[in-house]
């Protein structure tokens, strides 16, 4: 069984009068140990389709199941504790918490699950160590430079060790050399330490780097990157 | 523990000026209305204490100031010999100010042996034997001796009435802090005129089984066609009467104290406000996290609650602390109010401050834990 399965998945909201639907009966999966990349121009449904597998947005109708999860069916606060065990996020502009140190960053994912304050340290720890941000772990945001900040970006979204890492637009406020660094930190997330990658991205050099390439226009699937398609897993 | 007490610390350090700014305002309004319960509370123990239904005040008839009361001091002997009378003390009363003054000096004059028998008076300093002793010897409240600096030994003067300190005294009627006891022949001769024979008020002490109102509608029916006709009522009503003015005020004041609550609340649900709008996407990152609704919520509440809770406890702790240390009373006609402050009326305060703290916090924090993630993340 695939580790994400999206089935005929269809998001519309209300805007005024009109119906605009981002997402248009998308179906695909992700394996474990994926590194994909959803392509796609603006407007075409692919931070729609990440935010609905992160679980912080829901869906119109269709299913999305995670790690045998039909994440779709969970209430709100079941939601959350869901993404705090499973989704790793990684935003565009980090979104750091300005008044946390980058190790209390990293650290936040972690109090929200069962742990010891010594096993959070070590896995904060470890996690810094892998974005090689040791040296800065009591710097603030502000502190820091824009590539740091992602780099802690990343730490915090590894550090819980979730089931899927999704990032969205991650080199999309760095320039071409922190990109090339950031690009090649989650080529290493996904290959040294096994996680699936789920990457939102419009360049095309960014989106090469994946294992698999995903293309949505206007809300629908034009590039799913494998041959078979979840229907066919489905009635196989 | 709660995990994110650094986060909501933090939060509210970064915008200091605003945080220092409600959490002042806070123990401002606290500060007011400790104030003003502890001069209810004095006002309320002057008027309803057990002893002051139990005992009469003899006053002259249609006089208010004790200035201008003066009774024959010999209608004790005629009024002990009423039934269901057990003593009667007679008191001479100068006071420097009739109106209703926070620094009135009220100096009551009483027989010693009387003083001593009726009032539970705790010496702090000085000897009885020397107050005794001598003719200007005066004990004086702890309030009063605070307020005006003075220790056994020291000799003043007030208007034209000089006495010499011998002792310093803590009394179980917190109103008689504010007093200055002297020997009633002295109060009676002082300031260049003989008043020995009169005095401004009979204080008479009743038999358990006797009826005060009985009692009362007796000793002025006795001296109705006398030289001097009396108005006797129950201490408590004699004081009520007295203050009545203030008595109103204070009552006015009252609904000042619930507009500081109401000014907290407005005070502390703007701050959280402004708080949770400056950081709707910072919630939304935290709910992407894992952090549930809920947790959110609790979030917002905590601040709320530390703002108040922490200008609660200052606001209460320093009102305490002055009312503790300056004994402040206020004093109409020879009556004094002391300000009460009490464990109960600062547990009350810092229940104030939380209970406004938690209902601050609920609409915004209603309101942070319903926005949509996704539209949040987007947010400024």
Known sequence: ?236 | MFPFAPYVVKSLWRHRARTILTVSGTAVALLVFCFIGSVQKGLLALTEDQEAGRTLIVFQENRFCPQSSKLPQDYASTIAKLPGVTDVVPIKVFTNNCRASLDSIVFQGLPAEKLKQWRELSLQSGDWGSFEGQDDAALVGQAVAGRRNLAAGDKFTIGDVSVVVKGIFASSVAAEDNLVFTHLDFLQRTRGVNEAGTVTQLEVHLADNADPEAVAAKIDAEFHSGPVATTTRTKGMFQADTVSDLAELIGFVHWLGYACVGLVLSLVATTTVMAVQDRIKEHAVLQTLGVRPLGVFRLVIAESLLLTVIGGVLGVVGSMAFLYSTGLSVAAEGVTIAFRPSWDLAGQGILIAFVVGLIAGLAPGWQAAQSQIVAALRHG
């Open chain 1, 1 to 236: 069984m695939s580790l994400v399965e999206v089935i005929n998945v269809t998001k519309e909201y209300a805007n005024g009068e009109e119906t605009i639907r981002p997402l248009d009966g998308v179906s695909l999966t992700i394996e474990q140990g994926d590194f994909a990349s959803l392509m796609g121009a603006s407007g075409s449904g692919k931070s729609t389709l990440l935010n609905l597998i992160a679980g912080i947005d829901l869906v119109t109708s269709g299913e999305i199941i995670v790690a045998d999860t039909d994440i779709t069916r969970l209430s709100r606060g079941k939601l959350a504790d869901w993404r705090a065990a499973n989704i790793g996020y990684i935003f565009q502009t980090h979104n750091l918490i300005p008044v946390l140190t980058a190790y209390e960053n990293v650290e936040l994912p972690l109090v929200l699950l069962p742990m010891t304050a010594a096993e959070r340290r070590k896995r904060v720890q470890i996690a810094l160590e892998a974005v090689d941000l040791t040296s800065r772990a009591t710097h603030y945001p502000r502190q820091m430079s824009g590539g740091q900040e992602q780099r802690v970006g990343i730490a915090r979204a590894i550090v819980a060790n979730p089931t899927i890492v999704v990032a969205d637009e991650p080199t999309g406020s760095l320039d071409d050399e922190t990109t090339e660094q950031i690009l090649e930190l989650l080529g290493r997330v996904n290959q040294e330490l096994g996680m699936t990658l789920l990457m939102v991205t419009h360049d095309a050099d960014a989106g090469s780097r994946a294992k698999r390439r995903i293309r949505l226009e206007r809300g629908r699937l034009i590039e799913n990157g494998q041959e078979t398609s979840v229907h066919t897993l489905r009635t196989a």
